[in-house]
Structure formats: C-alpha cells, structure tokens
C-alpha cells in the first residue's frame, strides 16, 4: 500500500474493510491492445508493442534500444519513475491512471526538415481522442492538447541523428485517464482528464492505447509522406491560441502580441505592433494574457 501511495495512487483506509480505490482502475494489457490495433485496422498493425509495468521512461527505452527496434515500434509503460515533459518539466502519472508510450520512426531528410512534426503529433492524439467521443479538445501550439482549459495530454518528440539526415524521432505521449487531486495540485498549470470530460466514465484503457497507437502510426506515415500541409489545416480549427493576446517568454526577454495560426514551418506567427514574428522552438513558453 505505502509503495502504491508513493507512487501517487488515491487509496483509502476505511475501518475494518481494508483499502480501496477511490475509482474503479482498469491495468493495461498487451493482447487486448493488440487485438484492438487489429480491429481498428491500423497501419503497421505487425510492428511490435511493448508493455511495462515500470520504466524510467518510454522515451528513453526507446533510446536504448534505438539499434534494435523497427519502425513504429511501440513502448507503453504503466508507470514511469522519470517520466518526461517539453521544457525540462517532468511528467507525471500513477499507475493505472494514465497512459504514457512512445513510438519511434526513422526518417531519411534532416532534423530541421522535422519541424512541423510537433503540430502533426498533436493532431493526430486529437483525433484519436475525438474518434473515442472525447469532447471540447483543442491544442495550445505547439502540440499541448487541453480542453475547457485544462491540460489533458502532451506529446513529446526526441530527435537524434546526422545534421543533413538520416534521423530517428522518439514520439512520447502522455495523457490524464484519471488526474489524482495531488498530482493536479502538484503541477504549475491548469490540468484536466479524461474521466471529467467524460461524464465520469473515461474511455477504456486498452481501447485508448490502441487507438493512440493507430493514430501516432498513421500520422508518422502521412506525415513522411505528405508533410505537414494536411495536418495544419487540421490544426487551424484546434487552434487554442488564434486570436489569443500572448506573452511570449523568452529566455531574455517577454514579447506581447495576439496568435495568428501557423505557417508552413509549423511555426506560431504572433502579430506585434512591429509587425508578425514566427516561434519556431516550442523551447519558449507561450501564454494568454
Ligand atoms: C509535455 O506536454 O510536456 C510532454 C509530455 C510527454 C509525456 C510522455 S509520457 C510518455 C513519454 N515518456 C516520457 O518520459 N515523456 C513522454
């Protein structure tokens, strides 16, 4: 019980009936995400899934065995000890109350020619959200997914490799199934999850991961193959910060302005009165005023 506890998991004593859950808590399984990878007919439904019940994180499983593993490679963990979010924060879920994978894909061009990746990641956890009735989602560019103005997932993507190409990305994500009130206490912005989107009833794990999966998979594909044009008119209607007023916090200064979309780089344009700049680094800090 107190390992459990340490690991974030809401149990209750109650007297003389032992502990339990304050929610019913659904574990992950490997074969039931398979199977359903199968049945919503997913790309590259033979690629391997991995499941573990702990790592330090998925995104550095992924790195460990980057000479091993084929694309769209899968690793989910049920908890990560270390797990990882954009901008040094770190990530964190109890076991049973989230998910966290990571997908790897190989890519011929550079780095740089990864730009757009960010926002095609974020769409396509969108959909995959949507397609399971998850309702009012929209992202924050880069590729925050919130919804009634809490966060609900986020995508992380590790790059490696040549400067002119080839290169290797590592596709972390991570959603809120069911947000424990220290864990949301704990974090320094408005979070959400999918058991309150839902009416208290979030969608089945298994059924999650799979559609996750099939939709990263999908997206890392059309993305090697169309680039990112499809995905930012995807993005222009999720577009959290459109119209927005913004701060831009830098690592020198804090620039003011209103959201105008992307461009074709994925990057934030933000009108100022000297006129509109592109963000390319989702490395700086974008909030509303
Ligand atoms: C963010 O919004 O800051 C990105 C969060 C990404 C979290 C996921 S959980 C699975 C994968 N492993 C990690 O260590 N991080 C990503």
Redo the contacts with the bound molecule.
Sequence with gaps: MATLRAAGLPIEASSGAGYRLLWPTQLLDRERIVAAIADDDSPAAAAPVELHWE??????ELARRLGELPDLAVVL?EQ?T??????G???H?PPGM?????CLKRFGGSPAALSGLSIAMGVSVVQALASLGVPDLCIKWP??VVARGG?L????IEISGEYDGPCIARV????NVRLPAAVAASLDQPATDLASLCGGEPPDRNRLAARLIGHLRRGLLDFERTGLKPFAEAFAPLDALADARLAVHGVQDIREGVGRGIDERGALRVQTERGVFALLSGEVSVRRR
């Design positions: 790592l330090d994180s998925t995104q550095d963990a990560q270390l797990g990882r979010g954009r901008r924060r770190g990530w879920s989230g998910i966290a994978l990571s590729n925050d966060k997932a986020g995508v992380l972390g994500v991570g959603v």
